[in-house]
């Protein structure tokens, strides 16, 4: 339940896709986030940091393995939903 409630958290999702590429500055990430305010970023990822998805790097912020192995499990769920929403229209 604790990483469904830490990832429930509005933005904490998004966050995590713009970084499965690659790490990017705060600025980056913000508006790769659409804009999402500097308040909550900062609470985002201080959140994601103290679970160990999101570290600290030379180029910003980037995925640990934890947080990069969670985005991998993401990729069943993203081919799901793909799929759903074919289906869908």
């Known amino acids: 339940m604790a990483l469904l409630d830490l990832l429930g958290k509005r933005w904490a999702l998004r966050i ?3 970084l499965r590429d690659a790490p990017l500055t705060f600025r980056a990430l913000q508006d790769a986030c659409d804009g999402v305010s500097p308040s909550v970023l900062n609470s985002r990822l201080k ?3 103290d679970a ?3 570290e600290t790097t030379a180029d910003g912020y980037g ?3 934890l947080g990069a192995e969670l985005q ?3 990729g069943g769920l993203s ?3 793909e ?3 074919t289906s869908l229209t």
Do not use: I, R
Request: aromatic letters at 24%; hydrophobic letters at 50%; proline letters at 5%.
């Open 47 to 49: 959140s994601l940091k």
């Open 79 to 81: 081919q799901w939903s």
């Open 16 to 18: 995590l896709w713009e």
């Open 52 to 54: 160990l998805f999101v």
């Open 83 to 85: 799929k759903w929403a």
């Open 72 to 74: 991998e499990k993401f």
């Open 63 to 65: 995925l640990t393995p």
